[in-house]
């Protein structure tokens, strides 16, 4: 299927710093915070680069006064059936900006296995 001449959506055609550009307008521009979807894209990539994990999702992900905080789920350990893969959740801090500070394996876990709930919990 030829796909040159299929027309792009304008944002995909721009490079990152003219976006960036065109975004300064933003409220949040003073403090040269990203959108919080490229907080997520930065601290899986970073996450990724640092551990070697693939990043298969993102459970947990909040603004705090001193950046953000987020809980990111990484296949460890592949098995076969792919519900017995060991699991893991790692607890990751980032500036302002988006630069990953901080982070630790908080949780280990069968793919395949529900947290445990306390009684009379939710």
Do not use: C
Request: glycine fraction near 6%; charge should be positive; proline fraction near 8%.
């Amino acid at each position: 299927m030829n796909t040159e001449n299929t027309p792009q959506p304008q944002s995909s055609q721009k490079s990152h710093s003219s976006h960036k550009k065109q975004n300064g307008t933003r409220s949040d521009a003073a403090n040269d915070r990203p959108a919080p979807i490229e907080v997520l894209r930065q601290a899986r990539a970073q996450l990724a680069e640092l551990t070697g994990l693939a990043p298969q999702s993102v459970s947990s992900f909040e603004q705090t006064a001193d950046g953000w905080s987020l809980d990111v789920e990484v296949l460890e350990l592949p098995r076969v059936p792919d519900t017995m893969s060991l699991m893991a959740s790692y607890q990751v801090d980032l500036d302002p900006r988006g630069q990953l500070t901080g982070y630790r394996r908080v949780r280990r876990y069968e793919r395949g296995r529900a947290d445990a709930r306390p009684p009379g919990g939710r």
